[in-house]
């Protein structure tokens, strides 16, 4: 079993940064491709970025590309997304995804598409709230 747990979350103004983080627990957790989803209140979940286990590729949804970056720590089993240039569109709750698929993130990656696969692993989700 594998445990992620998600921080860095908060409220920050139109233009600001925020640095997601997910430790993942559990002795498979290197060998996951792992992955941000996010959901605004009333609209269906949206891919946002995914890194694959050995961390050759990254995906992101055409809507954060620019201004999101992925990357993750194997040797602290950490996976973070780093946000810049937020805006009130990409407030939401975001949850932390992991999976034995790369394809089942790569999927998802580029122009919209609400994720209607099922991940291996969850987080519980920290919110981002941007407002002025």
């Known amino acids: 079993q594998v445990q992620l747990v998600e921080s860095g979350g908060g409220s920050v103004q139109p233009g600001g940064s925020l640095t997601l983080s997910c430790v993942a627990s559990g002795r498979s957790a290197s060998s996951l491709h792992m992955g941000w989803i996010r959901q605004a209140p009333g609209k269906e979940r949206e891919f946002v970025a995914a890194?694959?286990?050995?961390?050759?590729?990254?995906y992101y949804a055409n809507s954060v590309k620019g201004r999101f970056t992925i990357s993750r720590d194997n040797a602290e089993n950490t996976v973070y997304l780093q946000m810049n240039s937020l805006n009130p569109e990409d407030t939401a709750v975001y949850y932390c995804?992991?999976?034995?698929?790369?394809?089942?993130?790569?999927?998802?990656?580029?122009?919209?598409?609400?994720?209607?696969?099922?991940?291996?692993?969850w987080g519980q989700g920290t919110q981002v709230t941007v407002s002025s």
């Open positions: 890194i694959t286990r050995d961390s050759e590729s990254t």
């Open positions: 995804a992991a999976d034995r698929s790369e394809i089942a993130f790569k999927h998802f990656s580029g122009a919209y598409a609400p994720v209607s696969y099922s991940y291996d692993y």
